[in-house]
Structure formats: C-alpha cells, structure tokens
C-alpha cells in the first residue's frame, strides 16, 4: 500500500481541515482518507496497522521497561504511544494514560484518527489529566495495576514544572523502581529540542532532548524517535 504521503502528514492534514472548515476531527479524516482511496479513516488505519511499527516496536517491550518516545510536534509521538496501548490492549492488558495536556474528548479523537472505536476497549482503558500528576500520584493510582500494564505518560518535561514536586531524576527513579517491581511498561511522550531542526540527522537522538533541569536519561531501558515518518528504535 502506497500513501500520498506518511500517516503522520495526513493526520495533519486532516487536523487543518477540521479547523478550516469546522467539522468534526473523524469527518475530516474520512475527508482524507477518501482522497487516497479508502471509504473511510478506519479502513485506511486499519490497512496501516496491518504494516505498522506499533505491532513491531510493542513485541520488544518487556515489564519493567520505561521507554521514551520524541519527536518535534506533529510528528505523531502521542498517536504512537496511543497504537501501543492499543496493542497491549489487544493482547488482555490494561493501559492507562496520564497527560497535563489532553482533554479525554481529545484523547477519543486521536484514538479514531488511528482507527480504533474506544468503545471496544472498554473497562481496559483510563485517562488522568489531574492538575497534580507526578511520580507519587502515579504511584497511587497504579498501586493495583497487574503486571504488563502498559502506562503513557504526556509528556516528560511537564513532571517537571511545579515546584512543590520532587526534582525530574527523582520522580523517574521512584518510577523506575515501581515498574520493575509490579512489572509495568512506562511509555513517556518526550519534546525534542528545536535546535534538532537546524541539524542534518533525519531522526533526533537521546542528546536532542529538551532538558531543563538534568536529569540522567539512561535511566530509560529503549528509546523511540520520529521524525517525517521514520522511526528509530533502540535498546539502551
């Protein structure tokens, strides 16, 4: 199957759409997807997961691993952590998604822009956007989650901007420990410094994350970077 141009360029599209013409986020994206052939979003998402990463990078993660996901905006980080959830979902885990960004009508949409009806993961599937997500409140609120849960966390650096909260390295070490004990996959969603776009490499690496404050990254066991629909995967 060949596309106009990749997934994430459509999905843009589609958001522009939407806006431009005001119209929901699923009619724009049939919009699209009718204009590469398909009768509906569904069916190209669904055609695009059939020879996705998502499969692919989801049977290299194992309990205890806590991977990173970066990429500049636009470049489909989030709808990635989201086809993750939706294959740990698929094999009978539960997942759970911690975002200071997202509303959950948000979250449904971009579950419809990869294809997947949410009604369908029913009862495997929580949102949290409270204003007082941190290591701790984590912590709390997967204290019954059985092992091979799969957890997104939106984004990393956000962890990192109130100051009553313990300093970034802490809290992702306190994480760490949590998952390797109980036996979760932490997915953290990553912003990429823009001075990634003035390099010539076609996918960031590990150095061009945006860093605030330090904070030891090979604390993260596999890494996933974007960048104009090419992936790189690696294990640290």
């Known amino acids: 199957m060949r596309l106009s141009w990749p997934v994430y360029h459509l999905k ?12 929901p986020l699923h009619q ?29 990078l989801f049977a290299q993660l194992a309990p205890g691993d806590l991977l990173l996901v970066g990429a500049r905006p636009g470049q489909g980080k989030t709808l990635m952590s989201l086809e993750l959830a939706v294959e740990a979902m698929r094999r009978g885990r539960r997942s759970l998604f911690f975002t200071l960004e997202y509303t959950q009508a948000d979250i449904l949409d971009r579950f419809r822009a990869i ?46 901007q109130k100051r009553e909260n313990p300093d970034l390295m802490i ?23 823009r001075s990634y776009e003035l390099s ?26 974007l960048n104009k629909g090419e992936i790189h995967f690696q294990a640290a």
């Open 171 to 193: 809290q992702i070490r306190r994480l760490r420990s949590f998952a390797r004990d109980r036996g979760l996959i932490l997915v953290f969603i990553a912003q990429v410094d």
């Open 12 to 23: 843009r599209q589609a958001r522009l759409l939407s806006r431009a013409v005001k119209i």
């Open 115 to 160: 294809g997947v009806e949410p009604r369908q993961f029913e009862g495997r599937f929580e949102f949290d956007n409270s204003d007082v997500i941190s290591a701790d409140y984590m912590v709390a609120r997967l204290a019954q989650a059985g092992a091979g849960t799969l957890v997104v966390i939106d984004y990393l650096q956000l962890l990192d």
């Open 28 to 56: 724009a994206l049939d919009r699209i997807a009718a204009q590469e052939g398909f009768a509906s979003w569904s069916l190209l998402a669904a055609k695009v997961a059939k020879t996705g990463p998502a499969a692919s």
């Open 200 to 225: 010539k490499k076609p996918v960031p690496d590990i150095g061009d994350i945006r860093l605030p404050n330090p904070l030891d990254l090979s604390l993260f066991s596999k890494t996933c970077f």
